[in-house]
């Protein structure tokens, strides 16, 4: 799913384009037990708790594509009679009114997902009556050819609210708080079966992770059995095996400097594309080459892509790139570079060792103070700084 199809269910999370027909819960608590479960209709729900559960649906369709949402597809055996899938599709066909699937579905819950603490499960049945679209992309709501029925699983920690005093309006007079259990907004989900080409795609689905360090890989493979993608994390620690191991020991600044320009302005034409920019083995070598790597380092590149990240991989550009910042450290010192002007640094030798040279003839501050240079020019003819004066 791309950043549009994404947008386009999300927006029915609303009173206005609610298509979800039924709810169902459950709250576990620290010790893996079903405290409370419930199934509702969605409309018979009081308006004040549908606003708050349109926020939970909208944040679990939230972040980036690639790196909070990832795009999964169900290997064939995953497919087969008594796989995930099917599970999963018993679970969509029944619209969550059979109680054994249901306890079914939060039993695997349970015991996959790792949490210490309190947690509330959330799923829900939705369908969606697609609009056609004519050529100029307007929607058409009278010609509809298609209904997507879904899930969408959100699960929530609950938390205690913090301790403090509050004001009684009702005695008028100020008092201990009374704690309570917050559900927050979720920790994982899924939505089931993907959206993809404005269309139910059976094959595929869509998962949400708040951390993209923290995919949870068994409840993906166990309660989902789909193909876990790369995590953005890996992505980048991959991509910074690849570069080291092209570049060798004499890897120098101005070059890996270069290769993140050169990513950075890919990143930035393809920004307004639905479809995030992945880069396979192919385009990876094309940037290195036009980054100025050298040929002789390039004569290994195909080897290194393949043994960090395999042969038919590819990394997504906002994944390994950092559009932000630009961070250069030693064992001692961090100096952080706007991306557009790492230029203002370079690498030069200066009494046989290798120094990071920076400009400071514009403003400067120090620990939160302003301060200017004070140059003087010496016999020699070269500018020397002399001074910091506190302005």
């Known amino acids: 799913m791309n950043k549009k199809e994404i947008l386009e269910i999300r927006k029915q999370f609303t009173p206005a384009n609610c298509a979800i027909t039924r709810i169902c819960g459950c709250y576990v608590d620290h010790e893996k037990n079903k405290k409370l479960e419930s199934k509702d209709a969605f409309l018979s729900l009081p308006e004040e708790e549908t606003f708050k559960y349109f926020d939970i649906f909208k944040k679990t369709l939230s972040g980036t594509v690639g790196k909070n949402m990832l795009n999964m597809e169900f290997p064939l055996e995953a497919e087969m009679p008594g796989g995930t899938q099917e599970f999963l599709?018993?679970?969509?066909?029944?619209?969550?009114?059979?109680?054994?699937?249901?306890?079914?579905?939060?039993?695997?819950?349970?015991?996959?997902?790792?949490?210490?603490?309190?947690?509330?499960?959330?799923?829900?049945?939705?369908?969606?009556?697609?609009?056609?679209?004519?050529?100029?992309?307007?929607?058409?709501?009278?010609?509809?050819?298609?209904?997507?029925?879904?899930?969408?699983?959100?699960?929530?920690?609950?938390?205690?609210?913090?301790?403090?005093?509050?004001?009684?309006a009702q005695d008028n007079r100020i008092e201990d708080r009374v704690r309570d259990w917050i559900v927050d907004m979720p920790d994982k989900g899924f939505l089931f079966p993907a959206f993809n080409d404005r269309s139910t795609d059976l094959h595929s689905m869509l998962y949400y992770t708040k951390k993209s360090s923290e995919l949870q890989p068994e409840l993906i493979d166990q309660l989902l059995g789909a193909k876990m993608p790369m995590s953005a994390d890996d992505q980048k620690e991959t991509f910074q095996m690849i570069i080291e191991d092209t570049l060798g020991e004499d890897g120098d600044y101005e070059t890996v400097r270069s290769i993140h320009e050169t990513l950075n302005d890919l990143i930035e034409e393809h920004k307004e594309e639905p479809e995030p920019l992945a880069l396979d083995k192919t385009e990876m070598k094309k940037?290195?080459?036009?980054?100025?790597?050298?040929?002789?380092?390039?004569?290994?590149?195909?080897?290194?892509?393949?043994?960090?990240?395999?042969?038919?991989?590819?990394?997504?550009?906002?994944?390994?790139a950092d559009t932000r910042k630009?961070?250069?450290?030693?064992?001692?010192?961090?100096?952080?570079?706007?991306?557009?002007?790492?230029?203002?640094?370079?690498?030069?030798?200066?009494?046989?060792?290798?120094?990071?040279?920076?400009?400071v003839d514009d403003h400067i501050e120090v620990n939160g103070i302003n301060v200017r240079t004070i140059r003087k020019r010496e016999s020699g003819g070269s500018d020397t700084i002399t001074d910091f004066t506190e302005e």
């Not at 195909?302 to 960090?308: I, Q």
């Not at 046989?352 to 920076?358: A, D, E, F, T």
Request: proline share 3%; hydrophobic share 40%; charged share 30%.
């Open 89 to 168: 599709l018993k679970l969509r066909d029944s619209r969550l009114e059979d109680d054994m699937l249901l306890e079914e579905f939060y039993d695997k819950v349970i015991a996959t997902y790792e949490y210490a603490e309190n947690y509330y499960i959330i799923l829900i049945h939705a369908m969606y009556d697609i609009p056609g679209k004519s050529s100029d992309d307007i929607e058409m709501f009278d010609a509809s050819d298609e209904v997507y029925e879904y899930l969408l699983m959100s699960i929530c920690p609950v938390s205690l609210s913090k301790a403090g005093l509050y004001y009684n």
């Open 287 to 320: 940037i290195f080459e036009q980054s100025g790597v050298d040929a002789e380092k390039m004569e290994n590149f195909d080897r290194n892509f393949e043994e960090n990240a395999g042969e038919k991989a590819a990394l997504l550009a906002t994944n390994i």
């Open 326 to 359: 630009f961070n250069i450290e030693t064992p001692d010192i961090i100096i952080k570079v706007n991306p557009d002007r790492a230029d203002l640094v370079e690498t030069r030798v200066i009494d046989g060792r290798q120094c990071l040279v920076i400009p």
